[in-house]
Structure formats: structure tokens, C-alpha cells
């Protein structure tokens, strides 16, 4: 199963980036029905895989699981986009922050040629389009 939602960096203010992959992280963070790391915990447990990425024009989430186990995925999918905000706190928010930065210092500020397709972005378009 894979589900994108119509949110990425291109939708994010000038000047204010990394909501779209924050919120990615923050979707594993539990939900009102759901603790933290029990979304990995049931799909693992029914022999299935998962994860998300992010992109300027999407986000997605995914997971691989034996057929008789799809409802469950479809349930958590829906339990996770609609009852993410009572689970949410300052401590998973500013944990997810550190994550998220850190994941861009490892894949993009520290490695050789990491910032280039961002380079390039800003030379093809303009500073006020969505991938500029």
C-alpha cells in the first residue's frame, strides 16, 4: 500500500523549509490509538515493512505487507492521518526537529556535491517559484 498526500517542500513558505519532512517524521510518532513505535511494531509483527520520503511536491507512506494483514495497514494509515494531533507533543516535536536536521547535515551540508541539486533548483528557477 502506498499513500501520497499533495505536501511538499514546494509548498512551504519562502524562507521556511523542512515542515514537510518534519511532519513525514512526525507521522511515526504515534497517534491517539496508536503508541509511539506501535505503527513499526504491528506491521513488523505481521511481517510487513514501512516508510515515507518526501519530495517537493509529495509526501508518501508505505508499507509491504502480506495480503491478509491489509486491513490492518489500511487502519493505521487512517488512524495516523486522522488522529496524529492528540498524541503530539513538545518532547516527540523537538526530538523529530533534531532528527530531521541531522538528516539533512548527513545527506546534504556533509557530503560532496550534496547541496547541488539545490544549487541548481536556484539557478533554473526564480526565488519565489516552489522549487526555487
Known amino acids: 500500500m502506498n499513500v501520497w498526500y499533495h505536501v511538499g517542500s514546494s509548498r512551504e513558505k519562502l524562507g521556511r523549509t ?5 511532519f513525514e517524521h512526525m507521522m511515526f510518532q504515534g497517534s491517539e ?3 509511539k513505535g506501535g505503527l513499526f511494531g504491528k506491521i513488523q509483527d505481521a511481517g510487513g515493512t514501512l516508510n515515507g520520503s518526501t519530495t517537493n511536491d ?5 508499507e509491504t505487507v502480506p495480503s491478509q494483514f491489509l486491513e490492518l495497514a489500511l ?6 492521518m486522522g488522529f496524529l494531533l492528540p498524541s503530539m507533543n513538545q518532547s516527540k516535536l523537538d526530538n523529530q526537529r533534531d532528527v530531521v536536521k541531522n538528516e539533512r547535515r548527513q545527506s546534504y551540508d556533509n557530503q560532496p556535491y550534496g547541496r547541488a541539486d539545490e544549487t541548481l ?4 528557477y526564480d ?4 522549487y526555487g
Open 18 to 22: 523542512g515542515f514537510a519532512h518534519l
Open 121 to 124: 533548483s536556484a539557478m533554473m
Open 58 to 62: 509529495r509526501t508518501n507512506y508505505f
Open 127 to 130: 526565488a519565489s517559484h516552489p
Open 33 to 35: 490509538h496508536v503508541d
Open 75 to 80: 487502519w493505521l494509515e487512517a488512524d495516523r
